[in-house]
């Protein structure tokens, strides 16, 4: 088996990308605008809820009991979507999805796609494999649309598009589209994307979303969004094919009512998402007439048995771990070198991976807890960053320099007087240092400290040298 | 009321005059302080950047310590932290249900310094004068672990002098986050300028906060920039009374 996170595995390490992201000052502020606007609409619907922690605590309930029995409830849906007419296809990795969803085109005779709210399909990077075998996807997102044109890559999982503005998405439109003139207005760039969409949902016969919810007790599925997009890409094709990861499951049609609370108000700071489509197996004479759904594992079982960290399965992709992060907000998505991004991005590509290739990952975080806080089904992101670095650590994949001083730092704290020595050593180690009672130049790995910080030269007596001083005065 | 000191190893090395402080203002209120010198971390570093193994006899090390102590002061939030959301999986993972046992038994008596002087003491006056114009830094440990909002700015309100202004976006990570400073120290150079842009509107004198980490790190990019402000822990301005301010650097 062979797990993939788009092209997670060739990224460079986040402090390499990260740098370069900082340097570009135009995605920073497009990254700044747009995580302010949706984290304060966010803040005001979650405020504006009584039961919120009770609906979190609710979500997190249900996500762990679907975790405990996964198996069963995968099944269950099975046989249910089967029932009502829908295909059901297991897919052990992310080649496996794409082959299958191939092969379903091919046996349609089909040379194009409409593609909407499919991450999953990123991860496996379905379009090359789409386009390798003459099938040319289109993605019908507003935002993916724009990544798409823009030979871009999404930089958020919920807004894809986050890093560009208004005018960036103009130039694309008028460069892609063929336009010979367009407006600058919002109104002018909806416009534009309607006429070169409503054609492809008219004539394209087969299309391929994701899912947001799989429904185990009926065999449905169910997708949300904002544009409308969506809704004709789920119901115009003949043919539609649904990529969903095994985690999507939940048991009860009723359970649909605390995530469809908590997702739109996470997500966008919406009440109720302005589209939302459920449907089960085919009805005839309505929608698509052959229904497929591909149940994609891709890693996740992997996840599910390391009981220290399954929690990351919870995870229903509304982006407001992103939102609220302090190195997201910084950084933008594209520095995480996967479709995951952002704090939950730093647990989820490397643990689909198995920790191959994203060990700079679980560092992309100062554990600052906002994460924690906002995430609506109360994933402890923190403390999976925690056990993942252990793991890194564990692995001997940590930097040779790093493991001597934390060693070497362990001897020193494992006792009065081993701590007192490295205390006397560190003030006279310091003296080539100190000009003025300050800091302003570290050599190796400390260099990156002071190349934008002081640091005050350890003073001449520690806390205990004064206590001990102090407790000898007041005896005599 | 018998209160034992756990300095913490950085405020003990790098900021002592933190360390007196806190004597001085718990002394003033009346209490017994007492430091035992074998303390040295709580293992924070070790556990926050991987090192999970390495933090535990440290753990160990603590646990044996204060065993039979009544109350301890922590003047760092982010080490009370360490101890409440860790401590225990870390005793559970060790399968020694003894240790399991003085965990339990020993978090309930770990304070805070704001925590100690508002829920345990019930002091918010504790006589201070400080005739400056001060904000606070509300560091994620202190808001996000221990849920302290509205301590610090109890204490603070109740000295002379002070006036105290609003940080925009004061919960905000300053970019510190231990070891991250250092493997990702262009995002933490990044996070810090906007911190700092933040501390600069507020035209406050000082910052403070309840952790010297957080300050360290504020305070190196505002003394390399000649900003023109400082930081002071928290304690260090309880602790500044009328004439003769011994706690100043």
């Known amino acids: 088996m062979s797990v ?13 990308a990260a740098k370069r992201a900082l340097g570009d000052t135009q995605l920073r502020q497009n990254v700044q605008n747009a995580t302010d606007i949706i984290r304060n609409k966010c803040k005001r619907v ?15 309930e249900i996500k762990s009991h679907v975790m405990r029995h996964l198996a069963s409830y995968l099944e269950e849906f099975e046989s249910a979507c089967t029932k009502a007419g829908g295909h059901v296809h297991w897919a052990q990795d992310a080649d496996e999805a794409n082959r299958i969803i191939v092969d379903i085109v091919r046996s349609h005779g089909q040379k194009e796609v409409i593609k909407v709210k499919t991450m999953t399909s990123d991860e496996t990077q379905l379009n090359p494999a789409l386009e390798a075998a003459g099938i040319a996807p ?8 724009i990544v798409q044109l823009g030979e871009d890559k999404p930089s958020h999982i919920v807004v894809p598009a986050l890093h560009r503005n208004r005018a960036e998405i103009r130039q694309i439109f008028l460069k892609k589209m063929k336009l010979a003139e367009l407006g600058f207005q919002p109104q002018d760039l909806t416009e534009a994307a309607r006429r070169y969409l409503r054609e492809k949902f008219l004539r394209v016969k087969v299309g391929i979303s994701g899912a947001n919810f799989a429904i185990a007790e009926t065999g449905s599925v169910c997708v949300v969004e904002s544009e409308g997009n969506g809704r004709m890409c789920l119901t115009l094709p003949e043919v539609l094919i649904s990529l969903v990861g095994i985690e999507k499951i939940i048991p009860t049609f009723r359970d649909l009512e605390v995530f469809l609370q908590l997702l739109p108000r996470s997500a966008t700071g919406e009440r109720m998402n302005p589209y939302n489509s459920i449907w089960t197996g085919v009805t005839p004479g309505s929608g698509p007439q052959e229904f497929h759904v591909v149940l994609l594992d891709n890693g996740r079982t992997n996840i599910l048995a390391d009981a220290q960290s399954k929690e990351t399965l919870h995870c229903i992709r509304c982006g407001a771990c992103l939102n609220i992060c302090p190195v997201y907000r910084q950084t933008g998505g594209h520095a995480y070198g996967s479709i995951y991004s952002g704090p939950i991005g730093a647990i989820v590509t490397p643990q689909l991976q198995s920790m191959e290739h994203s060990q700079s990952l ?18 402890n992101i923190p403390e999976i960053l925690l056990h993942l670095r252990d793991k890194v650590v564990g692995k001997g994949d940590d930097p040779v320099v790093e493991r001597v001083a934390l060693k070497a730092a362990a001897f020193a704290l494992a006792g009065r007087r081993r701590f007192e020595a490295a205390q006397a050593l560190a003030r006279i180690g310091q003296r080539p240092l100190v000009h003025d009672g300050v800091i302003s130049w570290l050599p190796g790995l400390l260099r990156g400290w002071t190349a934008v910080r002081d ?11 004064w206590w001990a001083e102090r407790e000898k005065a007041s005896k005599s | 009321m018998k209160i034992s000191l756990f300095i913490t190893c950085y405020n003990d090395t790098l900021f002592p005059e933190t360390g007196r402080a ?21 293992g924070q570093m070790h556990y926050n950047t991987g090192y999970q193994k390495e933090a535990l006899p440290l753990m160990h090390r603590f646990l044996e310590m204060y065993r039979d102590v009544e109350t301890i002061c922590i003047p760092s939030s982010s080490c009370v932290a360490m101890m409440r959301d860790h401590y225990p999986k870390m005793a559970e993972q060790s399968g020694n249900p003894e240790i399991q046992t003085q965990v339990k038994s020993l978090l309930p008596r770990v304070h805070e310094f704001t925590e100690l002087l508002v829920d345990k003491l019930q002091v918010e006056d504790v006589g201070a004068f400080f005739p400056h114009k001060v904000t606070l830094h509300t560091s994620c440990h202190s808001i996000r672990s221990l849920h302290l909002s509205g301590k610090p700015e109890k204490l603070l309100g109740k000295v002379r002098g002070l006036t105290l202004v609003d940080l925009p976006d004061s919960d905000h990570c300053c970019g510190f986050g231990g070891t991250f400073s250092i493997k990702n120290a262009d995002v933490s150079a990044a996070m810090l300028a906007e911190k700092v842009q933040h501390l600069l509107s507020t035209r406050a004198e000082i910052c403070t906060a309840v952790d010297n980490s957080c300050l360290m790190h504020i305070n190196g990019a505002l003394h390399r920039q000649r900003a023109g402000m400082r930081t002071m822990h928290l304690a260090e301005i309880l602790a500044s009374v009328e004439r003769g301010n011994d706690h100043e650097r």
Request: proline residues 8%.
């Open chain 1, 362 to 379: 679980p560092y992309a975080s100062s554990l600052c807890g906002a994460c924690y806080e906002a995430c609506p089904v109360k994933i």
């Open chain 1, 46 to 60: 979650v405020e504006e809820t009584p039961d919120w922690e009770q609906l979190r605590n609710a979500a997190h």
């Open chain 1, 455 to 465: 640091l005050f030269a350890i003073p001449k007596q520690s806390f205990r040298q």
């Open chain 1, 138 to 145: 289109h993605e019908t997102d507003l935002a993916d649309m």
């Open chain 2, 22 to 42: 806190v004597v001085s203002v718990l002394e003033c209120l009346g209490h017994t302080l007492d430091f035992h010198p074998g303390q040295t971390c709580c």
């Open chain 1, 4 to 16: 993939r996170v788009g092209r997670a595995a060739e990224a460079p390490k986040f402090p390499v």
